[in-house]
């Protein structure tokens, strides 16, 4: 049930116009005028300490949780000093443009152009990489083979870790840090830290005083005992060990509202937010609390997560629609002994996420082999809803895989999943995990080109295709490095480095090295229209001779319009089986350049010492990428999107039903991708009506689980449903479906990810 | 040893428990007029031509093998129980983590027993969990062989009425429930399975003289299956008449008369078979 409080407050931020806000930005700027010439790192912390000093802060009607990140619902937040430029030329169509909209008044046009610009060009983040560049890296970009992410915000893709925070509380936590700066006075990383952290917690003390104003303004006095109750929390969490449930949360709150002020990124992410948060929930029922009353500090927490929208340029936007901001949370699992994780607050989780039914959380469930079977029941009903939440992670093969790249069987059993699908040791991890996709099916194309489609045999074709992998991966490390290093020295994140192992030890920011594991993920894409073709190839010109490769690249340079062109491309789609299918001769082409990709990128380091780890998710970049692709030999046609998520078969192309798919899936080899790979499967309603379907669903989820799958997602709404939103958008203004690795509304995604998700095969029976 | 199979239908949820391949056997011996697969009727391997997928690119001169939009495909494929095999395993872990199977289906599998025992047979011998779908119109040293292998016997119970039976189906009754005696007889489990057509197998009488058959022999458990009009475009594609295509489907309250009905009577009623 909700109460008329959540769902006022869910009405008010759904109805509310998206606006561009550019509060941080001017104070933000106006703080680097008064500091030209300090370290980066202080600087930075000044901005941030600064923004949280002055920041219009706000307390909505009837909220039970403090913090909001902009007065207006839902506000877009403006990061010049990361790249200035599209917002420069976008000012004018932000309200306009296909993804994720944003209203901008004429005062903040005027000032951004006049004020905020001209400070930034040539000084942003953006200038900074730019600069650095080299020209194969370029080129690579250009080709569209290498797709650099975070080259215009800041570094998130980061899962704070909260256990020692919410034990010890702020304080202890500042004065660790103080002891610390005045035993390395010349360090510049604890003076940050510092900074950001006093200014957090003076921070945390202006709710205090103004939830204390508005209830001595407040006239209903149950409203009022509530306010007086906030500002309490507000006051003793400022400084001291939250004891309460609500206490907790609210101090978890802040904090992430502090980090992302500090950088205002995507996916900072909260983790396994059942574990940390449990002593909370047992002490509280212990004395006597009402579950009513954690349930309803629970929903007002979703709430909050769906109040930060991040603002991204309208080309990210397509890459990243509908706002993906990242809260993601992980439930269940496994302790650090290697029992089952799951908990009381795994299931309360689970049911309040079933009231709110919003994008955020983007609730995740970890599986294995001591799952228990109540659980998986209150997994698949809520997955039942619709919104493609939680989406399921494997436990059996993900701990494998980290132990595959030298983390310790404790720390694997606590991995936690951060923005989509990225896998990461929580509170350990600066991991870069979404920092390029890499477009294998425009490799192949660039190679087949190249040589004009004079290879000997099959065998030459993809020897071919490797060897330009393994060239475009070293230029892709190459351009990862220099974004990294992009983010050091310019835009290092102090007050988000005190809550990741082990930078306070070290002294150092976690963009330069502070984090114990240090990786960057980078996501091969395209794999299975990469099989589809080349088993086309292999086939039609290599076995039964039908056509040369050089005829059918002719034909595919025209996208099929040549005489016989239509028949053609029919023949390729009917006549030669595809990826999805369980038909292993297929998937395994596919699985062998996937491998050899992740080998490839495997050997890299990057600027901290730690290794390149390869991953196999596209968010909504299957779009794009596909638009800079020809037509293909699987019979895709010139612009058509990629098979979406990362390991999902080609749209339309599975044919043997949802169990086929997990088998070609597991072909491939899924300890490698251990930066995290996505699998979207679609059923129809029906398919889950029921305890029999759940329990049917429960046995395909236990299956995925031994076929050693990382992740799979599920869309459970009819494409007649969807088709009826696209017709009434404004009846369906609280759909919610899964994109990829995430969850958005419907009505809220463009035309061309809304018809992608209709057209993904939807399994009936 | 081959048999002609035209499908092999993998998570189907509706044919047995838990998630089940499910193997179609082509030819059948009776013709009903509701068949919503006609192209499991003749025990011939035909071609089928879907109009909406023809590209009319004229490559193909009526040879399936070089159609290239797949409108025009072959239906029945001879293969060896070793191929038949090799494809049902292919989900086994689904099988095992859903407690589901395979289930043998028509056509008419009694028709092609001897093969359809061989595979339940080595099925067994795997520890896989097996059912067959029969209208129990063939020789009952053939069903008994299937009995043997089968841990699920669902069993069509169309037309009671022996002259109409005769006349609409083209199958003695007399036979098919002589087999679900002997079938009983044996201590097998079988699961009526009464398909719902209007005007055909809905009246009462037919209803009631099935469950009185039904708690005669002690079966717990009923399936309804109600018409549908899926299987209608196939007849076009095969070039037949469809004498059903204008019969309305059953509405919900009807088919829910009937499940109540029956549950009156202490039976635990499945729609659509589960």
Redesign the interface.
């Known amino acids: 049930m909700v109460s008329e409080r959540i769902q006022n407050l869910k009405d008010e931020m759904l109805k509310a116009r998206r606006d561009i806000s550019l509060e941080r930005a001017s104070i933000y700027t106006k703080s680097y005028r008064m500091t030209e010439g300090e370290p980066a790192i202080i600087r930075r912390a000044k901005a941030t300490a600064q923004v949280l000093a002055e920041v219009e802060i706000s307390i909505r009607e009837g909220e039970l949780l403090a913090g909001n990140r902009t007065v207006k619902p839902r506000s877009g937040i403006a990061s010049p000093e990361m790249d200035p430029y599209w917002i420069y030329e976008e000012l004018d169509t932000l309200h306009s443009r296909p993804q994720d909209k944003f209203y901008v008044s004429d005062e903040a046009k005027k000032l951004y152009r006049e004020e905020l610009y001209p400070y930034w060009r040539g000084h942003s983040l953006k200038d900074f990489i730019n600069a650095r560049l080299t020209k194969e890296v370029k080129e690579a970009q250009e080709t569209h083979i290498v797709n650099l992410n975070q080259t215009d915000k800041g570094q998130g893709h980061i899962i704070m870790g909260y256990r020692d925070l919410l034990s010890l509380g702020l304080g202890n936590l500042v004065d660790r840090v103080r002891a610390k700066q005045e035993k390395e006075p010349e360090n510049v990383f604890y003076q940050a830290a510092l900074i950001t952290l006093e200014a957090t917690v003076k921070h945390i003390l202006r709710y205090a005083e103004l939830t204390k104003t508005l209830a001595e303004k407040e006239e209903n006095p149950s409203r009022q005992r509530e306010l007086l109750e906030l500002s309490r929390v507000c006051s003793k969490v400022a400084v001291h060990k939250p004891d309460t449930f609500y206490e907790a949360t609210q101090l978890f709150w802040f904090i992430n509202l502090a980090a992302q002020y500090e950088s205002n990124a995507s996916s900072i992410s909260p983790g396994r937010f059942d574990q940390y948060m449990v002593p909370f929930y047992q002490r509280d029922r212990e004395n006597g609390v009402q579950e009513e009353f954690i349930k309803e500090v629970l929903r007002s927490l979703w709430l909050k997560m769906n109040d930060v929208v991040l603002l991204r340029s309208e080309d990210s936007a397509k890459y990243f629609a509908g706002f993906p901001t990242g809260y993601t949370i992980i439930l269940g699992g496994l302790d650090e002994r290697g029992h089952c994780a799951v908990n009381d607050l795994s299931y309360l989780i689970l049911d309040t996420y079933q009231d709110i039914r919003l994008p955020q959380p983007n609730l995740g469930v970890r599986i294995n082999e001591f799952t228990p079977r109540r659980f998986y029941n209150k997994v698949v009903e809520t997955i039942r809803l619709g919104t493609g939440i939680p989406q399921v992670f494997n436990d059996e093969v993900i701990i494998p895989g980290f132990l595959n790249r030298s983390v310790s069987l404790e720390e694997a059993r606590d991995y936690a999943v951060v923005g989509c699908v990225e896998l990461s040791i929580p509170g350990k991890t600066y991991g870069l995990h979404d920092i390029a996709l890499f477009n294998l099916l425009k490799v192949m194309e660039v190679t087949l080109a190249e040589k004009a489609g004079e290879f000997d045999d099959f065998a030459a074709v993809k020897a071919a295709i490797k060897e330009n992998i393994r060239r475009y991966v070293a230029y892709m490390v190459e351009g990862c490095n220099i974004v990294e290093t992009g983010h050091r020295d310019f835009a290092p994140i102090p007050f988000l480095s005190c809550f990741v192992d082990s930078c306070l030890e070290k002294g150092v920011d976690v963009s330069a090295g502070g984090a114990k594991f240090n990786f960057s993920g980078v996501q091969g894409i395209g794999t299975a229209n990469l099989s589809d073709s080349l088993y086309v190839i292999k086939k039609l010109c290599y076995e039964d001779k039908r056509m040369t490769l050089s005829e059918l690249l002719s034909s595919l340079k025209v996208n099929f319009e040549d005489e016989?062109g239509?028949?053609?491309r029919?023949?390729l789609i009917?006549?030669y089986a595809k990826y999805g299918n369980?038909i292993s001769e297929v998937d395994d082409i596919g699985a062998e350049i996937l491998a050899y990709y992740c080998k490839t990128v495997e050997g890299y380091t990057n600027e901290r010492g730690g290794r390149f780890l390869p991953g196999s998710y596209t968010v909504s970049a299957h779009v794009p990428l596909g638009a800079a692709v020809g037509a293909t030999a699987d019979g895709r046609k010139a612009g058509e999107q990629l098979a979406d998520g990362g390991l999902s078969p080609m749209v339309g192309r599975d044919e043997?039903?949802?169990?086929?798919v997990l088998?070609s899936v597991s072909r491939l080899d899924n300890y490698l991708t251990s930066n995290g790979s996505l699998l979207n499967v679609k059923f129809h309603p029906k398919?889950l009506e029921g305890q029999?379907?759940i329990?049917?669903m429960?046995?395909?989820l236990?299956?995925f689980m031994?076929?050693k799958i990382q992740h799979i997602q599920f869309n459970i709404i009819s494409a007649d449903t969807l088709r009826a939103a696209q017709r009434e958008p404004e009846k369906y203004r609280n759909l919610v479906v899964r994109v990829a690795g995430y969850s958005a509304i419907f009505i809220e995604l463009n035309k061309a990810i809304q018809d992608d998700i209709i057209a993904r095969t939807e399994?009936v029976? | 040893m081959r048999a002609l199979i035209f499908n092999i239908q993998r998570y189907s949820i509706h044919d047995g428990g838990g998630i089940r391949t499910i193997v179609f056997f082509k030819g059948c011996p009776l013709h009903c007029p509701w068949c919503a697969n006609p192209e499991s009727q003749s025990f011939e391997s035909e071609i089928m031509k879907l109009k909406s997928q023809c590209i009319h690119c004229n490559v193909c001169a009526g040879n399936a093998a070089e159609c290239p939009s797949g409108a025009l495909a072959e239906q029945g494929k001879w293969m060896s129980v070793d191929e038949v095999l090799a494809e049902v395993l292919k989900d086994s872990v689904f099988f095992n983590t859903s407690g589901g199977g395979v289930t043998l289906s028509g056509g008419e599998v009694l028709s092609q027993a001897d093969f359809a025992a061989e595979l339940l047979r080595q099925l067994k011998e795997l520890g896989i969990h097996t059912a067959i779908e029969t209208s129990g119109f063939g020789r009952w040293e053939a069903l008994e062989g299937l009995a043997e292998y089968a841990d699920v016997i669902l069993y069509d119970l169309k037309i009671m009425d022996p002259e109409q039976s005769k006349k609409t189906l083209g199958a003695d009754s007399e036979i098919i429930l002589k087999n679900l005696a002997k079938l009983v007889d044996k201590g097998c489990r079988v699961i009526p399975r009464v398909p719902l057509i209007p005007g055909f197998t809905m009246d009462e009488k037919n209803i009631t003289t099935i469950s009185d058959l039904a708690q005669r022999y002690g079966l717990k458990e009923i399936h309804l299956l109600p018409f549908h009009q899926y299987g209608s475009s196939k007849y076009e594609s095969l070039g037949r008449d469809y004498a059903l295509k204008d019969l309305a489907v059953p509405t919900d309250e009807e088919v829910n008369a009937i499940k109540s009905k029956l549950e009156a009577r202490g039976f635990m009623v499945v729609i659509g078979g589960g």
């Open positions: 016989g239509e028949a053609l029919a023949r009917h006549k369980d043997k039903g949802p169990t086929a088998k398919a029999a379907g329990n049917k429960i046995g395909y236990q299956a031994k076929l399994h029976f």
